[in-house]
């Protein structure tokens, strides 16, 4: 698990906990009185929580699913902004922490795709391939010291544009 992924998790459950217990009393308080009397109080604040909890289960998909990192940064940043604009002086935490996240998250790299190489001497046409050993195509030339060509292909697997890894 990557930093800016650990980050946006501790982010999001701390922010998921107040929100959801509110909800949970809000509904188990209407469930006991049998009319939805709170609504007249706490309607502007369910709906809040509401929000709160879409936001932070937006990070958290974001940060797990979407394989562009650039991307994602953006999203998080975008979550912490979303969070302050929503519950004000409440949000600054998650604001900070999410814009932690997307920092880390804009300044990683990507991990780069390994290659596959195979030599083929064009002597006698044998293809050597072998991806543990680099120094595979040394037996050949040791059995073989006459072979002096040798063409190398090197293969770098075709990527779509594989911003996200949903099914």
């Not at 992924?5 to 209407?30: D, E, M």
């Not at 975008?78 to 969070?83: A, D, Q, R, T």
């Not at 604009?85 to 922490?97: D, F, S």
């Not at 790299?109 to 050597?128: A, D, H, N, V």
Request: net charge positive.
């Amino acid at each position: 698990m990557k930093l800016y992924q650990k980050l946006t998790l501790i982010t999001a459950v701390l922010g998921l906990v107040v929100p959801l217990l509110g909800v949970f009393a809000y509904v188990f308080i209407n469930s006991l009185t049998g009319i939805p009397i709170l609504a007249l109080f706490l309607g502007t604040a369910v709906l809040i929580a509401v929000v709160i909890i879409a936001i932070n289960i937006t990070a958290i998909v974001v940060a797990f699913y979407i394989k562009n990192t650039k991307l994602v940064g953006m999203i998080l940043i975008s979550c912490g902004i979303v969070l302050f604009l929503t519950v004000q002086i409440w949000g600054i935490p998650g604001l900070a922490l999410y814009i932690v996240s997307g920092i880390i998250a804009l300044r990683e790299k990507p991990t780069p795709i390994p290659r596959k190489y195979t030599i083929k001497c064009l002597t006698c046409g044998k293809e050597l391939k072998d991806i543990n050993n680099p120094d595979f195509a040394k037996d050949h030339l040791a059995d073989n010291p006459t072979h002096l060509e040798y063409r190398v292909f090197v293969e770098t697997p075709f990527t779509t544009d594989a911003t996200s890894k949903f099914p």
